[in-house]
């Protein structure tokens, strides 16, 4: 296809303002599924996708238009993840098109993750079509939203496509949009191979298929390629599109999307934004923006069940075959036996694994407290050590200091719910940075400890906002902290698994709170348990769950064998899912809950 007929974009949009369904319609409307396959959403082709509603991993589809003009025209959608976890494989899908079609919800208005992707957007010189999506709904207000469009985003909406993804208004208009407002791609034909990796994942049949797009020169059948910063060469098997059914292709040239296959085992062996170019005949200079993503939440994740703990691993094994940006590896804990410490992109992501580990494997988890990366500059000159586990923090007198990760924030709330947001922030040692209102609703810029995000900040957000605010961040670097490991005690033994890191100045509350919370969830025993937090070999906080005074079968008066027999099944039952702490047996629920900031 010469360059002039190709199109490459993506569409930009907040959850739920219907990406899905609007990809789905150009693809019906492109011919590319009979009416029958459109009736499951083709793009969000994940289970917890379509649940959850968001986008995990990049799809893509070429789509055949026959435009106004009466010519016809190759069309490549991008799919891109919608969570600011995913970032960087937003920034290289990105990257691999040359516009955007940035859907905007005509009732709700422009949200901060919209604001965060559009600005990459404008970042890669895209051009950016705005389409104005359910304007079926009476609540829609097209015109508000251009406006908005124009004075927070300050790209034109005049030329806004007034669409109804749902009700099939506007797409033909959108095509149009596409074919006449987006530059075709540039790249010689000619030149050495240049192609990025975009995304890669794991099929069971073609093992790992990989997308790419090639900037320059051709991509064919039986080439010899090699991945510039793996240093790892393959031959390339198989060459194609997806349309969304895979077709089989002999080559790829400069300015096509596609996929390849080179019989790869793992993703992990594919690198997202690497540069793949001709193993014998190789391009001078790799393709800007590559990036090793690291993990950057830590948690331990134990089966409830210790006879599971087999079963875990091989689900992690699995799982890590498709999504190669998460590490897992053995751990073993006093409190919960063997499990393994995972790193993850962030909060949603560790969300999807552990619900893909409960749901599609069918294991009951125990998941401790999420903890950021810390930079121990260690006493003595011995150098820095980067710490994932509390449970590994050395000695205070081994440190020097305690560097933490820091995030800038972008938030979109509503007015009247903007003093409560600024409390939050406020309590979680967020320093404000920037305040301005737009249409009636204020977008704050906070600078935040990763830390305080990472426990439930995005729910406290929600729940302060009705679920109104929008959030995005993205990370700023280190910086010292007053950082201090608070134990947790339950009859004077540490239980490792609730042991976290805390700044001094929130530590006290912090400690109250999981002292208070435990000695609800903590059931009464014979004897006094005191429930205390600790800094060093300082108690900061205490609670005692009082002895329990009667047999839990008195109150049956000895009178109904049955019955009494039933609450004894039910104790036993319940003492299976209680780990032991000294003398202390401590419900597994407790963990779950403690954990659970309030
Ligand atoms: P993510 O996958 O989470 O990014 O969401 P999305 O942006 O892909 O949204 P999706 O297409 O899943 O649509 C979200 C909801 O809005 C669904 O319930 C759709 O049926 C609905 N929806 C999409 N387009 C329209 C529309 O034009 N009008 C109306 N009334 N509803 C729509």
Redesign the pocket.
């Known amino acids: 296809t010469p360059l002039d007929r190709i199109r490459n974009f993506s569409?930009i949009?907040?959850?739920?303002?219907?990406?899905?369904?609007?990809?789905?319609r150009l693809i019906q409307r492109t011919g590319g599924l009979t009416d029958r396959e459109m009736s499951a959403?083709v793009?969000?082709n994940m289970d917890i996708?379509k649940e959850?509603?968001?986008?995990i991993k990049a799809q893509t589809v070429r789509l055949n238009y026959r435009a106004k003009d009466g010519l016809d025209y190759e069309l490549s959608l991008m799919d891109t993840p919608?969570h600011v976890d995913f970032a960087y494989e937003v920034s290289r899908s990105l990257a691999a098109c040359e516009g955007a079609l940035l859907?905007v919800?005509?009732a709700q208005g422009v949200e901060a993750q919209t604001l965060a992707n559009v600005y990459q957007s404008i970042e890669h010189d895209h051009e950016i079509v705005p389409v104005i999506?359910?304007?079926?709904?009476p609540a829609a207000e097209p015109d508000k939203v251009k406006k908005e469009i124009e004075d927070i985003i300050g790209i034109s909406a005049e030329d806004a496509v007034l669409?109804?993804?749902?009700?099939g208004?506007g797409i033909d208009e959108v095509l149009e949009a596409i074919v006449t407002r987006i530059p075709p791609p540039k790249g010689d034909r000619e030149a050495p191979l240049k192609a990025m990796l975009v995304d890669s994942w794991y099929d069971p049949y073609l093992g790992v298929v990989i997308l790419v797009r090639v900037v320059e020169g051709v991509l064919r059948k039986g080439q010899e390629i090699k991945f510039m910063a793996t240093g790892t060469r393959h031959l390339v098997d198989r060459v194609g599109c997806m349309r969304p059914k895979i077709e089989q292709l002999t080559e790829l040239a400069a300015g096509e999307i596609g996929f390849i296959t080179a019989q790869i085992k793992e993703v992990s062996q594919t690198a997202v934004g690497d540069t793949i170019t001709d193993a014998k005949k190789p391009t001078a200079e790799a393709l800007p923006g590559f990036k090793t993503v690291q993990p950057v939440v830590f948690c331990g994740l134990f089966p409830v069940d210790a006879a599971d703990f087999e079963k875990l691993r091989d689900s992690l094994y699995k799982l890590r075959l498709n999504d190669a940006s998460f590490s897992f590896e053995a751990e073993s804990s006093a409190a919960l036996g063997f499990g393994f410490r995972c790193g993850f992109l962030g909060l949603l992501h560790l969300e999807i694994i552990q619900e893909r580990l409960t749901r599609e494997y069918d294991l009951d988890l125990i998941t401790t407290a999420p903890s950021v990366v810390y930079k121990i500059q260690l006493a003595h000159g011995k150098g820095e050590l980067d710490l994932h586990n509390p449970a590994d923090m050395p000695d205070v007198m081994q440190i020097a200091s305690i560097d933490e990760p820091w995030i800038e924030a972008t938030i979109y709330v509503p007015d009247e719910y903007l003093g409560s947001l600024l409390k939050l922030c406020q309590d979680r040692r967020g320093i404000q940075k920037n305040l301005t209102y737009v249409s009636g609703r204020a977008q704050i810029t906070y600078e935040l400890p990763l830390n305080e995000v990472v426990f439930d900040f995005y729910d406290r957000l929600k729940s302060i906002s009705r679920g109104y605010a929008s959030f995005d961040y993205h990370q700023i670097g280190y910086r010292e902290g007053d950082l201090v490991k608070m134990s947790i005690m339950v009859n004077a033994e540490p239980v490792d698994a609730l042991s976290m890191i805390v700044h001094r100045s929130t530590a006290e509350t912090r400690g109250r709170g999981m002292c208070e919370r435990l000695k609800d969830l903590i059931p009464r025993h014979l004897f006094k348990i005191p429930v205390q937090a600790a800094i060093g070999g300082k108690v900061i906080a205490r609670e005692t769950i009082a002895a329990m005074r009667k047999d839990v079968t008195a109150k049956c008066y000895g009178g109904d064998a049955s019955r009494k027999r039933k609450l004894l099944d039910k104790q036993k039952e319940g003492k299976k899912r209680m780990r032991e702490y000294g003398s202390v047996q401590i419900p597994q629920e407790a963990f779950i809950a403690a954990l659970r900031m309030g």
């Open positions: 569409i949009a907040h959850i739920d303002h219907g990406k899905s369904t609007l990809a789905d959403q793009l969000d996708e959850r509603g968001i986008t919608g859907v919800d005509a999506n359910k304007i079926d709904l669409a109804s993804a749902k009700s208004i």
